[in-house]
């Protein structure tokens, strides 16, 4: 599709923000109103328009697919995205650990521990931790307080939750990315520990190699995602 405006711009409705394209106004993918909760990411959006070619590349469009997935998929039902996400406390890579005999264990718990215990001192919680693969579930009251987290998470914190934790296989870490502040390349290079680690033993492949980045970008743009749409 070839490019059909001319100039991207924003402005705001009702203290919410949206994208003009030659002053229409742009609709989200599902034909709902694109309303964004900060002008912040209102621009980014819009810059997102502006950057596109003469030929449009649907692979510019990372934040408006995220801000179209929040308003589409997740503001009509938040709860299931919750529900989606929950079971991830479950197997969280960081709880799962090789056995405290194996030079692996010694890196996770360098780069996973201190992670695990900030995010139990921050929501009140214990996360159990295994070695070695069989599950041991989290405790009823975890869980519990878990679900009352995500509850209190407005949809566009969802969609960015949901990219994050599925890319960490971490609830933990997903959750630490929305935190202000937070070392995004860190907590994703902790998520990627054991890969890492398998690459220094013997050495990466070149798929392998681009799948970390393309995975890398993504968690960083999530993150980017959240921070952009709770800007003052």
């Known amino acids: 599709m070839k490019r059909f405006w001319k100039d991207a711009a924003v402005e705001q409705v009702e203290g919410d923000w949206r994208v003009t ?30 950057a596109q070619g003469e030929e449009i590349d649907p692979r510019g469009f990372v934040l408006r697919d995220l801000t179209d997935y929040a308003i589409d998929r997740i ?32 890196r996770q ?25 069989v599950h041991r579930p989290q405790p009823p009251e975890t869980l519990a307080r878990l679900r009352k987290i995500l509850a209190g998470l407005d949809p566009f914190a969802l969609a960015a939750l949901e990219t994050l934790t599925t890319i960490a296989a971490s609830l933990t870490v997903g959750l630490a990315a ?26 990466w492949d070149f798929n392998a190699e681009e799948r970390r980045k393309l995975r890398l970008e993504a968690f960083q743009r999530a993150a980017e995602f959240a921070r952009l749409a709770h800007e003052a």
Not at 113 to 126: C, N, Q, Y
């Open 21 to 50: 394209l030659d002053g229409r106004p742009i609709k989200t993918q599902g034909g709902g109103a694109q309303l964004v909760p900060s002008r912040a990411l209102a621009e980014a959006l819009a810059a997102e328009w502006a």
């Open 178 to 203: 929305l935190e202000d502040g937070a070392d995004i390349d860190a907590l994703f290079t902790a998520a990627n520990c054991e890969e890492d680690w398998q690459a220094e033993l013997w050495g």
């Open 109 to 133: 718990v360098e780069l996973w521990e201190p992670l695990v215990t900030a995010f139990e001192a921050r929501h009140g919680l214990r996360m159990e931790r295994v070695s070695g693969v």
């Open 75 to 106: 503001a009509p039902a938040p709860g299931e995205t919750a529900d989606k996400l929950l079971p991830y406390a479950e197997t969280d890579t960081l709880c799962y650990r090789a056995d405290p005999d194996e030079p692996l264990y010694k």
